[in-house]
């Protein structure tokens, strides 16, 4: 089983709050991503990082920061939250010799 | 661009009934093709990775087996369990997104 960890599962937060959505794995691995996915719809990469002070985005455009300041701690932040931002989102981490990803449970942002 | 096509959207079976999930992918190099199970408020659970046309992974009562055009998820003697949305993605070379299918919902009904 991966032990890779998301926190919180849910949360419904007002417009306009600054939010950090926590990612941790204790596998070492070294590749991260964040993926967003909305109900019924396919997964979409937002962030990825190859290692530790590397971060890149992913194809879907997003408002959110990531970084990536330890091997094991991946956080997402959204400065100032919209009703736009609703959706889940899935943390992600492989080892780089490895090509299977492994998913956290998600959190699922509600912004009313 | 790469692109992944998963039919049906939804597919209810009954418990023993035996079927193919379908997976349509455009890709311009291959570097592995990739099924997830996702249980309802869950993160896609690994299930197996197909890296050539003829590559064939079975588990429990799941086989996967992979095409140059396309994947099938055999389900063989379902059991209710088995019931949740199956994920198809695909990776090329020099790139780290995985491209997702919108899955196909599986219920296996008792």
């Known amino acids: 089983e991966a032990d890779i960890y998301q926190t919180p599962r849910y949360l419904v937060i007002g417009t306009g709050k600054k939010i950090t959505l926590e990612c941790s794995q204790t596998m070492g691995h070294d590749k991260m991503y964040w993926y967003q996915q909305d109900p019924g719809m396919e997964l979409h990469l937002i962030h990825y990082s190859y290692g530790v002070n590397s971060t890149e985005k992913g194809d879907l455009s997003s408002e959110s920061t990531v970084s990536r300041i330890r091997t094991e701690h991946f956080p997402l932040t959204l400065e100032s939250a919209r009703p736009s931002h609703t959706s889940q989102y899935l943390c992600a981490s492989r080892l780089g010799t490895d090509h299977r990803a492994f998913f956290g449970q998600g959190t699922r942002l509600t912004v009313v | 661009e790469d692109q992944v096509t998963q039919s049906p959207e939804a597919l209810r079976l009954q418990e023993g009934e035996s079927s193919s999930l379908n997976c349509s992918y455009t890709?311009?190099?291959?570097?592995?093709l990739f099924w997830y199970r996702q249980d309802p408020g869950k993160g896609p659970e690994f299930l197996f990775t197909l890296y050539s046309a003829g590559e064939e992974k079975e588990k429990e009562r799941l086989k996967a087996t992979l095409t140059k055009k396309e994947s099938f998820l055999h389900i063989t003697a379902p059991k209710p369990e088995d019931s949740a949305t199956y994920l198809c993605?695909?990776?090329?070379?020099?790139?780290?997104?995985?491209?997702f299918g919108t899955g196909t919902r599986l219920t296996i009904i008792p």
């Open positions: 890709v311009s190099g291959l570097r592995g």
């Open positions: 993605a695909v990776q090329d070379f020099g790139n780290e997104k995985l491209t």
